[in-house]
T-cell receptor
Framework: GAVVSQHPSRVICKSGTSVKIECRSL??????MFWYRQFPKQSLMLMAT?????????EQGVEKDKFLINHASLTLSTLTVTSAHPEDSSFYIC????????????FGSGTQLSVL | DAKTTQPNSMESNEEEPVHLPCNHS???????IHWYRQLPSQGPEYVIH???SNVNNRMASLAIAEDRKSSTLILHRATLRDAAVYYC????????????FGKGTHLIIQP
């Protein structure tokens, strides 16, 4: 079964609105979660590392005021795209480090954001 | 930046073996090789990983060159459901680090 639950799977919003994406670790606690972004026909790009109880770490070029990350519990991280614009339209994917077995990272099913 | 190089795309026939190559010439002694695949409109899915020895699991086999500068993912009998983008990732980070994805290989399976 799924180890990481990501919602919503698809969202369409108007330009200027904010959108929240949730990522839940179902099987174990996660002090760290990762948020990726993927544009059409491109690879995944790491946006930020979400840290439980502290500030997220953002990759170079990612605006922390635009992509708000909250990791308030050991099983939930949220990514809020504030004042979304059409150029923010992308596929957003969260991931959780594996704690057992062979997988270094478990990935959510992704959220397709379309900003009109 | 990604540390691996893979062909942009490969094509194979259904029910035949597929060999997906990956070059990782800068690999160090403690770096693992991970393979993930991504089906359309889904998040990546773990396939296999290895350090030095060849590895087998229910999904695939991983053959690692003796000098570890290259590896090959082997799908023993491809099905249409194996059509995906396959990412080979050289991982030198610790457990708290994410993975850096390259462009991967788009595998096309012909019926």
């Amino acid at each position: 079964g799924a180890v990481v639950s990501q919602h919503p799977s698809r969202v369409i919003c108007k330009s200027g609105t904010s959108v929240k994406i949730e990522c839940r670790s179902l099987d174990f606690q996660a002090t760290t979660m990762f948020w990726y972004r993927q544009f059409p026909k491109q690879s995944l790009m790491l946006m930020a590392t979400s840290n439980e109880g502290s500030k997220a770490t953002y990759e170079q070029g990612v605006e922390k005021d635009k992509f708000l990350i909250n990791h308030a519990s050991l099983t939930l991280s949220t990514l809020t795209v504030t004042s979304a614009h059409p150029e923010d339209s992308s596929f957003y994917i969260c991931s959780v480090p594996g704690q057992k077995g062979n997988e270094k990272l478990f990935f959510g099913s992704g959220t397709q954001l379309s900003v009109l | 930046d990604a540390k691996t190089t893979q062909p942009n795309s490969m094509e194979s026939n259904e029910e035949e073996p597929v060999h997906l190559p990956c070059n990782h010439s800068t690999i160090s002694g403690t770096d693992y090789i991970h393979w993930y695949r991504q089906l359309p409109s889904q998040g990546p899915e773990y396939v296999i990983h290895g350090l030095t020895s060849n590895v087998n699991n229910r999904m695939a086999s991983l053959a690692i060159a003796e000098d570890r500068k290259s590896s090959t993912l082997i799908l023993h009998r491809a099905t249409l459901r194996d059509a995906a983008v396959y990412y080979c990732i050289q991982d030198s980070g610790g457990g708290a680090d994410g993975l850096t994805f390259g462009k991967g290989t788009h595998l096309i399976i012909q019926p």
